[in-house]
């Protein structure tokens, strides 16, 4: 059986813990005993984490983003490179059965010129917390939460060319800004717009008009996160007005099966450093506009 080991223990550790089980994975204590990593620290300390990994030889899961800085994720996807280890981002969203089914139906919606999409919950951002801190947590909203649609945006039309944002802090004592807008232009022509706030209750929605069709797809997460094994089960997904069925699957489960399959060489991750550093370039293209706006 192929063994991992868990690094960080906040959070989304356990849920991660969880899924490997149901994946079949067998998790260990000692990262020594492990073939493989489960990284689930803040985003600023994933470089360090999965260097040092890599250093020992394991295959490196890590949570999305990928990193902190474009910098610092080339450095893991060398890192990992010449070691001769796996390194897979966990960019689940596009694993979720309305994401698929959603792929499978960008054909009848003719030539895609727009997307829509928003990512948003209320903050938990006391001042000692790594997501409140602008160093640590560049984008706010955008880079921990928006950044699921930036992934499943680039699987369902193709990869971002150009990014714009604006950023602002509105309601929270945060230091972070806590809303942002993201302007998309894929390099298909489509364009794109995200948003997301740590403000409002919990949104999920990503819309996709075409020449042909609007494809519509939302999710009532407040209902059930962070238990992402029922996600599909309060999503909703409509073609035109016209509602569409798609199976429910376990995001987290799948990811983690196809880490450990790759680990034994039998699949290729789907999410690797490429898709991770793509989707981490966006967000970090947005809030560089936003700096170059202030100065």
């Not at 295959?59 to 060398?78: G, L, N, Y």
């Not at 490179?81 to 959603?102: I, S, T």
């Not at 990512?119 to 801190?133: D, M, T």
């Amino acid at each position: 059986m192929t063994r991992v080991a868990l690094i960080g223990a906040g959070m989304w550790g356990p849920r991660l813990a969880a899924a490997a089980e149901r994946a079949g994975l067998e998790l260990v204590d000692a990262i020594e005993d492990a073939d493989g990593a489960l990284i689930a620290t803040p985003n600023h300390v994933h470089a360090e984490n999965a260097i040092a990994c890599a250093a020992a030889g394991k295959h490196v899961f890590v949570e999305k983003p990928i990193a902190d800085t474009v910098e610092a994720a080339e450095r893991m996807r060398s890192a990992c490179a010449e070691a001769g280890v796996l390194l897979m981002v966990g960019h689940g969203f596009r694993r979720l059965g309305a994401a698929r089914r959603a792929k499978e139906l960008i054909g009848e919606l003719g030539t895609v010129v727009l997307a829509e999409a928003n990512f948003s919950l209320p903050g938990k951002l006391p001042p000692h917390a790594w997501r409140a801190q602008r160093t640590r947590n560049p984008g706010g909203p955008i880079m921990q939460l928006g950044i699921h649609h930036v992934d499943t945006l680039a699987y369902l039309l193709g990869p971002v060319a150009r990014t714009t944002g604006r950023f602002a802090r509105v309601h929270t004592e945060a230091e972070i800004d806590d809303v942002g807008v993201v302007t998309l232009e894929f390099a298909s022509g489509a364009l794109g717009v995200l948003t997301g706030s740590y403000v409002s209750p919990h949104t999920f929605s990503l819309r996709v008009l075409g020449s042909a069709g609007v494809l519509d797809y939302r999710a009532d997460l407040g209902a059930v996160w962070p238990d992402a094994t029922r996600v599909d089960e309060v999503s909703t997904l409509t073609l035109n007005g016209e509602p569409v069925a798609f199976e429910p699957r376990d995001m987290l489960a799948e990811e983690l099966a196809e880490f450990g399959a790759a680990i034994r060489g039998e699949a290729v991750v789907e999410t690797g450093a490429d898709e991770g550093i793509a989707a981490l370039r966006v967000v970090l293209d947005a809030v560089g506009a936003r700096e170059e706006l202030v100065r």
